[in-house]
């Protein structure tokens, strides 16, 4: 079964500041894995995806997203942050199996507080 | 596209009573999920549809929680003589059987339910 980990509970930030969030995964093969961002009260909003190919990939908002295969990593980075990224960044991992029900596995979660 | 919407976003309801939450997928989506949410957590899978077939269901989902998705369009989740350990936010998404877009998820904002 696979599970995802998220080390950091809560980062905080000052606006303007570069941003990485840590998302370790565990697979037996190469998954699919995501980024998700959640406001207070909302539901989940895709902000990447890693399928296949290159392995860096760009999101929506700035973000992007590299797959280290050695490192059974798919860390989140920012350039930039700005006061509207705060809220809570979940990683997930997708089975890659046909024929299953392809649900996700995600972390607990990283909440980002975004410093004026 | 007019995204996933639950029904409905705040339910309160008293220990030993019964709940039913309503979800509307993306039109063109027959893969249909719901999943728990509790505080502090990432959301975890409850159950699977595609079209009308509940094709999955996870040990989370205990007895007194059903769900159906009768006509593989709108999904309902009932959840019979309500307990504390209930309370969550439960999030509906959908995804669309295209070749890897099956595993993008796409998330409704929630049903927060809390039992008194």
């Known amino acids: 079964a696979q599970s995802v980990t998220q080390p950091d509970i809560h980062i905080t930030v000052s606006e303007g500041a570069s941003l990485e969030l840590r998302c370790n995964y565990s697979?037996?093969?190469?998954?699919?894995l995501f980024w998700y961002v959640q406001s207070p009260g909302q539901g989940l909003q895709l902000l990447l995806k890693?399928?296949?190919?290159?392995?860096l990939v760009q999101g929506i908002k700035g973000f992007e997203a590299e797959f280290k295969r050695s490192q059974s990593s798919f860390n989140l980075r920012k350039p930039s942050v700005h006061w509207s990224d705060a809220a809570e960044y979940f990683c997930?991992?997708?089975?890659?199996?046909?024929?299953?029900?392809?649900?996700?596995?995600f972390g607990s979660g990283t909440q980002l507080t975004v410093l004026p | 596209d007019t995204g996933v919407s639950q029904n409905p976003r705040h339910k309160i309801t008293k220990r030993g009573q019964n709940v039913t939450f309503r979800c509307d997928p993306i039109?063109?989506?027959?893969?249909l999920y719901w999943y728990r949410q509790t505080l502090g957590q990432g959301p975890e899978f409850l159950t699977y549809?595609?079209?009308?077939?509940?094709?999955?269901k996870s040990r989370l989902l205990s007895d007194r929680f059903s769900a159906e998705r009768p006509k593989g369009s709108f999904s309902t989740l009932e959840i019979q003589r309500t307990e504390q350990g209930d309370s969550a936010m439960y999030l509906c998404?959908?995804?669309?059987?295209?070749?890897?877009?099956?595993?993008?998820?796409?998330f409704g904002p929630g049903t927060r339910l809390t039992v008194t």
């Open positions: 998404a959908s995804s669309s059987t295209r070749r890897d877009s099956s595993y993008e998820q796409y």
């Open positions: 697979y037996g093969a190469t998954p699919y």
């Open positions: 890693y399928f296949s190919g290159d392995t």
């Open positions: 997930a991992v997708g089975a890659r199996s046909s024929g299953s029900a392809r649900q996700l596995t």
């Open positions: 039109s063109e989506h027959n893969r």
């Open positions: 549809f595609q079209n009308e077939a509940q094709l999955e």
